[in-house]
């Protein structure tokens, strides 16, 4: 039996034609039917740095009796020249997460995944204490089982008081060890009791990690990095997702 945590996250592989160019996380999210993956804005484009690439490229479990069959499954970011992903903007400005809807027709009939929906979504009624567990699941360094084409799952807290926007953004900061490769990847708590009762999936979706949070004053010889970083609020995914 796999755990159900495991098979919602993908590893995300960015290319410029046939030329690659990064590695990442992403995760399922199921909404009226409609299947997206979701990763950081800034893997799918990040003019700053120069980071355009035009597909993106996932890996996708076939055999639900053999987890070490797979295939690569291509998703087109531009079409007739215009971007396909989602992406919002609020107050603070752009918010670095992204969702691309997936074809379901062109993928395998076999496919073996798990999706959050709507109803995994933290409900701001909820009490998310400073330092909840909570767990990171994505593919750091692209480090994963190259076997079994599965994820890793970091231990990390909630850093900063939950649902406040930190500085005016719309993110909240965990204290978790984290490295490139990342980006995109879910961060979920245990559902609490009463609350979500999916059998097959007793987690709360409350971000997506987009990067290590630094500051400007940090001497790089003398001091250690903080060690925090940004998760957006999960609840932009009711957003882009709507019909």
């Not at 993110?171 to 490139?180: E, I, N, P, V």
């Not at 995109?184 to 949070?213: D, I, K, Q």
């Amino acid at each position: 039996m796999i755990e159900s945590l495991l098979l919602t996250a993908t590893r995300v592989f960015t290319f410029a034609q046939q030329r690659l160019l990064t590695n990442a996380s992403g995760f399922f999210f199921e909404r009226d039917s409609r299947l997206f993956l979701v990763t950081s804005r800034h893997v799918v484009i990040d003019q700053p740095s120069g980071h355009l690439p035009d597909r993106v490229e996932i890996e996708l479990h076939t055999d639900a009796d053999n987890m070490a069959m797979s295939t690569a499954f291509s998703i087109p970011l531009y079409r007739d020249g215009e971007a396909v992903w989602r992406q919002g903007i609020d107050a603070g400005g752009q918010i670095d997460v992204a969702a691309v809807e997936i074809e379901r027709t062109a993928l395998p009939a076999t496919i073996v995944y798990r999706a959050f929906t709507p109803g995994h979504i933290y409900d701001l009624r909820d009490q998310v204490p400073v330092g909840t567990s909570l767990l990171i699941v994505g593919f750091p360094l692209g480090f994963h089982d190259p076997l079994h084409h599965m994820p890793v799952v970091r231990h990390a807290v909630v850093a900063s008081a939950f649902g406040l926007r930190f500085q005016g953004q719309g993110y909240f900061l965990t204290d978790a060890r984290t490295h490139r490769g990342t980006s995109g990847a879910p961060v979920v708590m245990r559902a609490l009791t009463g609350a979500l009762t999916h059998a097959e999936m007793p987690w709360t979706l409350l971000g997506v990690h987009s990067a290590v949070f630094d500051v400007g004053t940090r001497d790089v010889n003398l001091d250690e990095a903080l060690g925090l970083n940004c998760a957006w609020y999960a609840d932009i995914l009711l957003t882009l997702t709507d019909a």
